[in-house]
């Protein structure tokens, strides 16, 4: 079990970083867009840290649900920005400030709030 557990993990953070490198690697782009490595990321987090707590119950460890929820729903806002605005050829530079802080603050959460 704790294997699966650090495979997840993994998964998890590969996800943060498709996401994060996704949108640093737009910092001096003129037209920043949501490509499709943000969005897989984004996916791949919010995938991973649903089998990450159905893990967790299952192996008796005990699940903090207001932190769970909290980063649930932080991740899952910021995926539906990201399919939202995948369709279009570039996004707002606020958006795309908004998107980084959001990928910030669900990895804060996550490392510090337990």
Known sequence: MEVAQQIVVLVHLVGFAALLGGILVQTRAPEPEVNATMLWGGWAEL??????????LVAGQEVGWGPVGVKTGVTLFLVLLLARNRRFLSVPRGLW??????????????????
């Open 47 to 56: 995938g991973s840290g649903a089998v990450l707590v159905v893990l967790a």
């Open 97 to 114: 400030v908004l998107l980084g802080l959001l990928t910030l603050l669900s990895a804060a959460l996550s490392v510090l709030w337990r």
